[in-house]
């Protein structure tokens, strides 16, 4: 299935409404091939710092399979201190150098 850019804003719409959302950066399998990611479009999450990212995790993952339209997407959820501390996790040094910032608070 694919997944269309109106699904993508629609999801992206949907998160900022009911999470702390910092920044979504979106991040193609081509672009990150050393993650062997398995969906078309991959957004990476941050949500703000002191937030229970691994529940919202868990609570976004439920909102996307409520959505046939939505399992082309997935969804990864960092903390935002995953962006300065060093090393980083891989999918988010990948989301920052070879992915597209699509939400910023």
């Known amino acids: 299935m694919s997944v269309t850019q ?3 804003d629609e999801c992206v719409a949907a998160l900022v409404a009911g999470f702390p959302i910092e920044d979504i950066w979106l991040l193609e399998p081509a672009r990150a091939k050393e993650c062997h990611l398995d ?3 991959n957004l990476i999450v941050i949500v703000t710092e002191g937030s ?3 529940l919202i995790s868990a609570d976004i993952e439920n909102l996307i399979r409520k959505r046939a339209d939505w399992s ?4 990864f959820v960092f903390p935002l201190s995953a962006i300065t ?4 996790p891989l999918l988010v040094t990948m989301a920052l150098s070879g992915g597209r ?5």
């Open 6 to 8: 109106a699904n993508v």
């Open 39 to 41: 969906k078309s479009v």
């Open 52 to 54: 229970e990212h691994h």
């Open 72 to 75: 082309g997407i997935d969804i």
């Open 85 to 88: 501390r060093i090393p980083r």
């Open 101 to 105: 910032n699509i939400y910023s608070k």
